[in-house]
């Protein structure tokens, strides 16, 4: 809820915090790789878990969700990466439940609980830390580094992200709906035609929010970046309806705070280098 996302902004402000004395006094870095340690590291703080397995679990992260490109070159990275996280939330669970200790503000202990209470089993509870973990990561990482680079072509935004919040607010819904970069799949539930084309029951449909939300019949010029405009909350960058994404406040609020504090604290930021892309399917973004 916007209530309990709301309550994790401090936490937001450490994390980014402590990353920042970490990497700002280098000079010169990566930002695609600074900023995956940061939602992630966010989801261990909710998860009430140490952060300390991240540099571990990041490359099988990073080859799990490499399966939405839907290249089959893909597959032996991801089998791979998927025993290293399966191991990391089996040995949460085993860890936490062995330990007696519960802290009503963890995640991981929320989990437990309703696995106590019989709401699911074993092995659905370990699949619900890995929904948190992996849903925490990619989506977010790639959304502050998308918007880095927006705001990099635009210092004058950037310098003002720096000085107030609401801006940050304001920039962070335009970066979803000028450059959204998850593209959701569905399954066709039955057979259907649409636009001329024959759709199957079973057939997988990629959606493509980021087309979407450059729709000009709903926003005047679309390709522009305007972080006053009146309307960019109707992006769907996080879908609709039952399917919305559940993390949706956790992600404004942690790209907000985020934003606000790594622009006060990098200055005047400029590309040093070529920008590589990431493949347009799945999460989408600069690698």
Not at 44 to 66: D, F, Q, T
Not at 89 to 94: G, I, Q, R, S
Not at 262 to 280: C, D, K, M, S, T
Request: glycine fraction near 6%; aromatic fraction near 10%; charge should be negative.
């Amino acid at each position: 809820t916007p209530l309990r996302a709301n309550r994790e902004r401090a936490m937001m402000q450490r994390v980014v915090t402590e990353m920042l004395d970490d990497w700002a006094p280098r000079g010169e870095f990566d930002f695609a790789d600074f900023a995956s340690y940061f939602p992630v590291t966010v989801m261990c703080g909710l998860l009430g878990v140490s952060a300390e397995p991240i540099a571990r679990i990041k490359a099988a992260l990073e080859h799990h969700l490499s399966a939405l490109t839907l290249d089959p070159a893909a597959k032996p990275k991801f089998m791979a990466g998927w025993d290293v996280l399966w191991e990391f939330a089996d040995t949460l669970v085993k860890e936490r439940e062995a330990s007696g200790e519960v802290d009503e503000d963890s995640l991981l202990d929320a989990i437990i609980a309703a696995k106590n209470r019989g709401e699911y089993d074993d092995v659905e509870a370990r699949f619900m830390v890995l929904t948190v973990g992996i849903a925490g990561y990619d989506t977010s990482k790639n959304q502050l580094t998308m918007t880095m680079k927006l705001l990099l072509d635009r210092p004058e935004m950037y310098r003002r992200c720096a000085e107030d919040l609401a801006f940050c607010r304001k920039v962070t819904e335009e970066s979803l709906r000028h450059s959204a970069i998850a593209t959701p799949y569905r399954e066709a539930a039955n057979d259907f035609d649409y636009d001329g084309f024959r759709f199957r029951k079973g057939d997988t449909i990629v959606l493509a929010p980021p087309l979407a939300n450059r729709d000009p019949a709903i926003f005047a010029a679309p390709g522009e970046f305007d972080p006053d405009r009146e309307n960019n909350g109707r992006h769907v960058a996080f879908g609709r309806g039952p399917h919305i994404c559940i993390g949706q406040f956790i992600a404004r609020n942690q790209l907000q705070e985020g934003l606000h504090l790594i622009a006060q604290r990098l200055r005047n930021p400029r590309l040093n280098g070529e920008v590589e892309w990431r493949p347009f399917l799945g999460a989408w973004g600069l690698k």
